[in-house]
């Protein structure tokens, strides 16, 4: 997830994100019952699950423990990645990776939509420290790379909220935990990797990909940015070679005329997505 874009003008071109990521089937209704009583009698197989590799969280035939440095990156800075409930179900996630290069301490987990000192103690605590920061955009978020701490020196903690950014949006305003620490944005992050998952502008990247980028900066050290994107670049790469295809921002979809779902009716929805458009013509 970008942080340079305020977040409700990322919000409004998001809304349909998990619409766009889900599919839906829908039964054809004309079939006739004795068909239908014929399959019923037929003996179920169960399904078993395919074998899942304990590091990278990867199905065994396509683990990426390779790519992963072959020990845990000695990080002084603390990750606590918030994630919505929803994040879990989904095949192509960034999170696993990024836990799977870091030391177990160094990158905690918790899972939910609310958060609350009595629920989550230890977070709870975190988010009290003077030393956390709290990444995600907005009017009142400083640039990271501007702040004149020495992160190397004194550990800090960094909050990441891992979601769709409507989600990620709703968790910020519902928890008044996570309003608590600093808040800070990346000014500037390169282009997304995460090819096989569509977000709303093309300066918006994957929770792995921020976490590069900011570990990268307080800890002084640019080749953490590259370790920790090596196995996101081999994740892609390999669904492509396997019949995914690039998926463009809708930033980018709308720009040159290939966005094909139907545009907000809200003018003023409307006019904020035409002016973040024209900004980036600028």
């Not at 599919?23 to 004795?34: A, H, K, S």
């Not at 090819?195 to 980028?213: D, F, G, K, Y």
Request: contains cysteine; charged residues 25%.
């Amino acid at each position: 997830m970008n942080s340079q874009f305020n977040e409700d003008t990322v919000e409004e071109m998001n809304e349909d994100d998990d619409e766009d990521e889900e599919e839906t089937t829908e039964r054809d209704e004309d079939g006739d019952d004795e068909g239908f009583s014929v399959l019923s009698d037929l003996p179920v197989e169960k399904s078993e699950r395919r074998p899942t590799c304990r590091r990278c969280c990867r199905p065994v035939k396509v683990c990426l423990c390779p790519y992963l440095p072959p020990r845990p990156l000695d990080v002084s800075t603390s990750l606590y990645v918030v994630q919505h409930p929803a994040e879990e179900s989904r095949v192509l996630r960034t999170v696993p990776l990024l836990a799977a290069c870091l030391p177990p301490e160094k990158c905690r987990v918790f899972i939910g939509r609310r958060f609350s000192e009595e629920r989550y103690p230890e977070l709870a605590a975190v988010c009290k420290d003077a030393r956390t920061l709290l990444l995600y955009p907005g009017p009142n978020a400083e640039n990271l790379e501007d702040l004149s701490a020495d992160f190397t020196t004194t550990p800090h903690n960094v909050i990441l909220i891992d979601g769709t950014w409507s989600q990620a949006k709703d968790m910020f305003l519902r928890n008044a935990l996570l309003r608590t620490p600093r808040q800070v944005q990346l000014r500037s992050a390169p282009s997304s990797q995460y090819v096989i998952r569509t977000q709303p502008t093309n300066m918006c990247v994957s929770t792995l990909e921020c976490a590069a980028v900011t570990l990268s900066i307080m800890e002084k050290n640019h080749s953490i940015q590259e370790v920790l994107l090596k196995p996101l670049q081999a994740l892609c790469s390999f669904q492509l070679q396997h019949g995914a295809q690039v998926h463009h921002s809708k930033e980018h979809l709308i720009k040159n005329g290939q966005y094909n779902k139907v545009m907000p009716k809200n003018k003023r929805k409307i006019r904020r997505m035409q002016k973040l458009i024209a900004n980036q013509n600028i």
